[in-house]
């Protein structure tokens, strides 16, 4: 096992999925519990259209997918919908699958258009260069103490989202737009190394993996993160002991662990109904 993190393409991978896995786990607690899932889907792709333009157009990547990033999470922080026939989950997909459509139409007509889906879609997290890891590790770094620091207020706005299905920000409201900010950002630096799956894993699979065995939410944060942890070192040992793409194996992982939890939580519920019934046995 430690021979295989020896390689420094190894150790850079295994830098950039530690911290993409634990700014975005966290990040997927507020998700999860806002019931908003399809939102770093949305965004992700927009970032993706963004540098698929870009090198359509023959510009900077980088800026034109933050700023198609930062426009996207600003509009999608104020989406405000009052007819109870619909909800912001159907119109985020919306936006997702026109974004995702256009991406593909731009990178057809790349020269190499097949590996460039592929790399849309799940990274290159081997190839991720030591500049690229150090701004990551600044930016998340700074997102996450700015999250730790005002962490009431981000959690006191999606508690009352997710206590009251009907309660939406409306109008524009600071931390609202802080939060898809924060999306916004990491998931435009994230999605050009790991791809847009795994970044939709990431936020997504150690969330729900946690809230399934934990009560509190800070257990629910710290086992999220543990959770993107396992994902992403055995993800990557199994992808080298296989010779398999990076980004999908820690997928796949991330999947056994979601089964995993799902089972422990099957067993708790059990012996929790087992213990309330025994007394009046």
């Not at 990491?186 to 970044?199: D, E, K, N, Q």
């Not at 509190?216 to 398999?244: E, N, P, R, Y």
Request: net charge neutral.
């Amino acid at each position: 096992m430690i021979e295989f993190f020896a390689e420094h393409f190894v150790q850079n991978a295994l830098k950039v999925s530690l911290v993409m896995g634990l700014f975005l786990s966290y990040l997927g607690v507020h998700v999860v519990g806002r019931g908003i899932v399809f939102v770093d889907l949305a965004l992700g792709q927009i970032s993706m259209l963004g540098i698929a333009l870009a090198n359509y157009l023959g510009y900077d990547p980088t800026i034109v997918s933050v700023c198609f990033t930062m426009v996207a999470a600003f509009f999608l922080s104020l989406i405000n919908i009052k007819d109870r026939r619909l909800k912001q989950e159907a119109v985020i997909g919306i936006i997702y699958a026109v974004a995702s459509a256009v991406t593909v139409l731009l990178i057809a007509k790349s020269p190499h258009g097949d590996s460039d889906i592929s790399e849309v879609l799940f990274g290159s997290l081997f190839t991720v260069s030591p500049e690229n890891i150090t701004m990551m590790m600044v930016l998340f770094g700074s997102l996450g103490l700015v999250h730790l620091v005002f962490r009431k207020k981000f959690f006191d706005l999606t508690e009352s989202i997710e206590v009251d299905d009907s309660h939406q920000p409306g109008v524009f409201k600071l931390w609202n737009f802080l939060f898809f900010l924060s999306i916004g950002l990491s998931i435009v630096f994230a999605v050009r190394a790991g791809g847009v799956i795994p970044v939709f894993s990431y936020l997504i699979i150690p969330p729900v993996s946690a809230i399934m065995v934990a009560r509190s939410t800070a257990g629910v944060v710290i086992i999220a993160m543990v959770v993107s942890i396992l994902g992403s070192v055995l993800g990557l040992l199994f992808a080298l002991q296989f010779d398999f793409p990076a980004g999908s194996s820690i997928v796949a992982i991330l999947g056994v662990l979601f089964a995993v939890f799902s089972i422990m939580r099957f067993v708790l519920r059990y012996i929790r109904k087992t213990a309330v019934e025994k007394p009046g046995a």
